[in-house]
Nanobody, 110 residues
């Protein structure tokens, strides 16, 4: 299984970014997947997950701002982040079981 992540970058507070995670070697429509993040100097933090049925759930600190979705035809998962805050600065990872994407850095700064 390979998880190819992309979409990080520098954004101003209040801005938006979308992460993409292209999956190979696993059928996304038959599995749930997770997003995690690690802020500088902090522990790994759960962001949210999308279930097999496509329903997503989120950590409290991102509810209403982040949206997890997927495109079955592209076997890809996405994390749309709106109203970004400086405290959202972190490396974001898509994961499935023990498999992790390479991580994409998001820096929220003016």
């Amino acid at each position: 299984v390979q998880l190819q992540a992309s979409g990080g970058g520098l954004v101003q507070p209040g801005g938006s970014l979308t992460h993409s995670c292209v999956v190979s070697g696993m059928i996304l429509s038959r599995n749930g997947m997770d997003w995690y993040r690690r802020a500088p100097g902090k522990q790994l933090e759960f962001v949210g997950f999308i279930r097999v049925d496509g329903v997503a759930n989120y950590a409290d600190f991102v509810k209403g701002r982040f949206t997890i979705s997927r495109d079955i035809a592209k076997n890809s998962m996405y994390l749309r982040m709106n109203n970004l805050k400086p405290e959202d600065t972190a490396v974001y990872y898509c994961t499935w079981r023990e498999n992790w994407g390479q991580g994409t850095l998001v820096t929220v700064s003016s």
